[in-house]
Each structure stands twice: as C-alpha cells, then as structure tokens.
C-alpha cells in the first residue's frame, strides 16, 4: 500500500514542480511553510470536482500503514486568521478525517483565488480515471483562469468563430467563439501537463461547444467517456438540437451519432436492414465459441477438420497435441 501512496506523491511534486514554474507569470511565493494544521481548521471551499470515496478509502489505508508521505497545499483564509483554505489535497485531507487525525501537515502558500484555482485545475488533470468530458470541462477552468492571470497575452476581437471539427491546419482560436485567441495557452497548459498540445485543443473545442444543458445532461453518461462522440456533439452548431441528440443517445433511442441527429430533427431513422440468414448463423456460432472453453474448441475443430469443407478451405493441426 505504500506505492500507492508513493505514486501519488511523484504527482503531488509536479505539481509543486508546477506552482514554482508559474513564477514565470504570476506572484507565487515560491517557498512554502511547512506545518501541521488540525483538520477542523481547513476549509474545502467549492471544489472543482468532489472526492472519490473509493480514492478516499484506498488513501485512508495507505497513510495508516506509511503516514502522510507528502504534504497537502493550503493558503490562509482571507479575514479569517488561523483558518486555511485548502488548495490542493483533497482525497488526502479527507483519509486523515476519516482516519480520525486531529491534524495534518500542510505546507502553506500565499495565493491569491485565481492562482489557487489554477493548482487545483492542474492537480485534477494530471489525476488518472478523468473522463474525456471532465478533462474538457477543467481545461476550459484553466483557460478562463489564466485569461484573468495573463490579460496581455489575451488578444481581443477576432472573426467568428468556425464550427465542426478542427482540421490539422485550423487555428484553435477560430473555434472557441466567446473567448478571444489566447497567445500560447495551449502550448504552455501542454508542457505544464506533459500532454499532447492536440489534446488540449480537443478538450477546449469539446468544452466550447457544448451548451450548459448538454454538459449538464451527459455528465457521468457513457457520453462522457467518448470522446469521439463529444466532439461530434460539440460540432452541433444548434444547441436545442445538440440536446436533443444527447437526450436520444443516453435513453438508447438512437446506437449512432447520425440517427441521434435525425431523431433530433423530428424525424424517425431508417430501420436497420434485415440480417441475412448467414449473418445470424455466423452471429450464434461467435457467440458459443467466446464462450466455449479451450478443450471445447478443440473438440470442435477437431470434428471439423473430419468434415467436407467448401473449395478452397483447409483445417490443419499445427503443433503437437496437448
């Protein structure tokens, strides 16, 4: 249990790693105050995303066994003295309540709302089990966080914006349509994550283009987790068709993108054609054998190889018998 404490200490320095790194841009104190704060003077605030109890229970019985390997991040509560607000820790501050710790070691940051948000976005997204839609949702967090971080890296005006899918050549910015071209987010949010400058676009156009109800409706749907599907939700230019799409995939109406569009038209999809007979032969037969076990199929290959088979075809045994 201990590694897994461990990994997820490797994460929490890169995102120390990450907060020394912003002194590039913005007044981080770059030397934090390590100390032991009770837990009932730590307040969690509106987080971004809530803690996993499953996370939570597995983190609980990692800091039983091996203690708190690495500090959580807190800032002082503004007019609140003695008070912390937590910055970044969540799953860890809440395994030491549950574990019945009276306090926990903190290292302490003065930071401003939007530089706090900034860690706490970054330290969701280097998390593993994120769903294509919620790396969509945090990124475009920390592209308004950092639009208010860096005003004169932020271009005004511009064309409307474009629809549809980017191609390899389009600009990122002619697809995010209310936020004005951002110079260089995309290529730092991507060193900072150690991600593919793509995936961060594709996250920004997913986020972008979906409305409020369709994030709302598809939130812990499968949807959530294709992203193929987000994106083409997000290339849905009219937002009460886009709903209406999303209505018709989650409740089953529709097995494709295409028919989720026609049934948002008002209109009803073609019936799938009929399945020949030979389809639902070769259908049952994949069926029994993905359930069959070894010595089965051997029993039946070897019944095979005995038959007439059609021109052309030949079963052979390679190998000696088992």
Known sequence: MATVEGTKSTKTNNIKSNVQ??????????????????VTRIIKGDRLRAADPAAVEAKRVSMRESGQISPIL???APDQPG???LVAGLHRLEAAIADGWQSIRADVRQLTD???RLIEVDENLISKGLTPLERAIFVDVRLQVWGRLHPERVAEGGAAPKRGRPANSDKLSQFLGDVPPSMGFSAETAADLCVDKRTVERALVIARGLSTLTLAKIAGTKIAKNEGMLRQLAAV????EQLRAAEALI????????DALVIASGKTPAPPPAPRPADETVAALQAIW???PPTHINAF??????QRLPAGWVLTKVGADD
Do not use: N
Not at 237 to 240: A, E, L, R
């Open 301 to 306: 290959l070897h019944w095979a190889s005995g």
């Open 21 to 38: 790194s912003y002194s590039r841009v913005v007044s981080v104190d770059p030397t934090p105050t390590d100390r032991s704060i009770a």
């Open 83 to 85: 008070w912390f607000v």
């Open 74 to 76: 807190v800032r002082p």
């Open 237 to 240: 230019p009219d937002k009460g």
């Open 114 to 116: 939007d530089e706090a």
């Open 251 to 258: 409740s089953e109406q529709a097995k494709t993108f295409p």
């Open 290 to 292: 993905k359930k069959a």
